[in-house]
C-alpha cells in the first residue's frame, strides 16, 4: 500500500467530510495551517507550506473527526453512574440561571451562563474560553474570551453556525492561568484530546462545559432560508439564533437596518431534518458532551417547543437540564445553587433526558451501524471510545442497524461524505479569528 505524504494524510479529514472547522489544527501548527472561512460558507484548514509527519500523526491523535471518546478515566470514580444513552453522570437537575435577566438573554434557561459567571465572579478562574457572534461573518460564531461579566454575557444566547472555537487556545494555555471552558461537544473532545499530550490543559482548565448539541444548518442552506424570508444573505449584518426568551425568536438584520424576526419553529422547524446538517454532524456519536464536566439541554417534551411557546417570547422563561458528569461538575452545580447563581428545580432521570431530547436518543443507537458503514464505504471514520457504540446497536432490531448501514454507504458513494480539498482560492478571509 502506497504511504500518503503527510498533506494527502491530513487532507483527508477534510476530503471525507470530518472536519467540523474547530481550529486546533491551527493551534497545534507552527504557521502551517491557517483555518478560514470559504467561499462555500465552512471553517477549513489552508496549508501555507508543506506538512511534517509528525504534526499530522498528532492532528490524528486529537482532532474531533478522528478520535471521540467519553469522560476520561481519571474523572470517572465510584460514584459515577453511566447511562447506556446518556453516558456518565453524577446527578442531573432540572435548573436556571438565578438572574432573571441572565435567564431571559439565553437560549435556554441561562445555566451555561450563570455557571461562567460564578466560576469567573467567585475567582475560581480567571476568565471563560467560549464563543460570541463574529463580527465579520454573522452567521458564524468567533472565539472569544471573556474577563469580566459584560463579556461573558455578549456571548450568551446559541450561535449555529461555524466557529473556530479553539484556534488561539495555543495561547490561552500559554498564559499559564485558571480558565474555564464552553465550546460544542466537538471542541470539548478536542480539548480532551489534547490534555492527553499536553499537561497544561489539565493543569489550567478547570472546568469543561458544553450544550447538547443537535449540529447546524450548512450555510448554503441557511442563505437559502434567509432568503425565503426577504433578508439577502450577503447583506447581512447580524443574525441571532436564539435568546431573549426560551427559545425567543431568530432576528436577521441586513446592513441597511432591515430586520425581520421569526419564530423557531417558521425558522427551523420541529425537527433537525430540515437543517440541511454536515455529514459530520449526521454521524457524531457524542451530541450529549460526554467529555464534558457539564452538559446543559433543552427541556421541551419531544424536543421542540410548542407553537405557543415558540410564538410567545414571554411563555416560557427557560429552564436547562444540566449533566453534572464528574466530581468538579458536580461540586460546580451545587456551588453555583448555594452561591444564588442558579435555582434548582428537580432532579431528573436519564429517561427524562430521553424525553426532553428523543432525537439524540434515536442519533445514538444509529451511530454504530453508520460507522460501520463508513468503514465500509472505504472512508475514514472517527475512532471511539466508551461511546457503548455495540451495546447501543443491540438495542436495536437487525432490520434497523441493516437500515442505518445501508444507507450511510449508499450516501457515500453518492458523494455526499466528500468535500474537495481547500485551495486558498476558496479562502474569502476574516472570521476564524477576531
Not at 459567571?117 to 460564531?141: N, R
Not at 437559502?224 to 449584518?237: D, N
Not at 426568551?245 to 424576526?261: F, I, L, N, S
Not at 444507507?407 to 486558498?424: L, M, N
Amino acid at each position: 500500500m502506497t504511504q500518503l505524504a503527510p498533506e494527502d494524510r491530513f487532507f483527508r479529514i477534510v476530503e471525507d467530510a470530518l472536519c467540523i472547522g474547530c481550529g486546533l489544527c491551527e493551534a497545534l501548527s507552527d504557521n502551517e495551517i491557517k483555518v478560514g472561512p470559504t467561499k462555500d460558507g465552512s471553517l477549513r484548514p489552508f496549508l501555507d507550506r508543506p506538512l511534517d509527519a509528525g504534526l499530522v500523526d498528532r492532528i490524528f491523535e486529537v482532532c474531533p473527526g478522528t478520535r471521540i471518546a467519553s469522560l476520561p478515566d481519571t474523572l470517572v470514580d465510584a460514584k459515577t453512574e453511566t447511562d447506556l444513552v446518556w453516558g456518565p453522570y453524577r446527578q442531573i437537575l432540572m435548573t436556571h440561571a438565578s438572574d432573571q435577566d441572565v435567564r431571559f438573554r439565553a437560549a435556554t434557561g441561562g445555566a451555561l451562563t450563570a455557571l461562567s459567571l460564578y466560576l469567573l465572579e467567585s475567582g475560581q478562574v480567571d476568565f471563560i474560553v467560549h464563543a460570541k457572534a463574529s463580527k465579520t461573518h454573522p452567521s458564524f460564531g468567533a472565539p472569544h474570551v471573556s474577563r469580566t461579566r459584560a463579556e461573558v454575557l455578549e456571548g450568551a444566547g446559541s450561535r449555529y453556525g461555524p466557529t473556530a472555537t479553539l484556534i488561539d487556545i495555543d495561547d490561552r494555555l500559554a498564559e499559564e492561568r485558571p480558565f474555564a471552558f464552553v465550546g460544542t461537544p466537538c471542541d470539548v473532545t478536542a480539548l480532551r484530546n489534547l490534555a492527553r499530550f499536553d499537561e497544561r490543559v489539565d493543569k489550567f482548565c478547570r472546568i469543561m462545559m458544553t450544550p447538547v448539541c443537535g449540529g447546524f444548518m450548512e450555510t448554503p442552506a441557511l442563505s437559502k432560508r434567509v432568503g425565503e424570508f426577504g433578508i439577502a444573505f450577503e447583506r447581512l449584518a447580524s443574525l441571532q439564533y436564539r435568546g431573549n426568551g426560551c427559545p425567543g425568536p431568530t432576528r436577521m438584520e441586513q446592513d441597511d437596518g432591515k430586520a425581520v424576526e421569526k419564530t423557531y419553529l417558521d425558522f427551523w422547524g420541529e425537527d433537525e431534518s430540515a437543517w440541511s446538517l454536515p455529514w459530520r454532524c449526521k454521524i457524531c456519536p457524542d451530541g450529549i458532551g460526554e467529555a464534558a464536566d457539564i452538559a446543559a439541554s433543552d427541556t421541551w417534551i419531544g424536543g421542540a417547543p410548542s407553537p405557543e411557546q415558540a410564538s410567545d417570547h414571554h411563555k416560557d422563561p427557560g429552564s436547562n437540564a444540566v449533566l453534572a458528569r464528574s466530581s468538579r461538575g458536580q461540586t460546580l452545580l451545587n456551588e453555583a445553587i448555594e452561591a444564588g447563581y442558579l435555582t434548582a428545580e428537580k432532579s431528573l432521570s436519564p429517561r427524562d433526558m430521553d424525553r426532553f431530547q428523543p432525537h439524540q436518543l434515536r442519533k445514538k443507537l444509529a451511530l454504530g451501524a453508520r460507522l460501520q458503514g463508513i468503514r465500509h464505504a472505504g472512508h475514514l471514520a472517527p475512532e471511539t471510545v466508551d461511546l457503548r457504540l455495540e451495546a447501543l446497536m443491540a438495542q436495536n432490531t437487525d432490520e434497523e442497524n441493516r437500515s442505518q448501514f445501508e444507507g450511510t454507504v449508499s450516501r457515500i458513494r453518492a458523494g455526499k461524505a466528500h468535500e474537495s480539498r481547500p485551495q486558498h482560492s476558496d479562502a474569502i478571509g476574516g472570521a476564524a479569528h477576531e
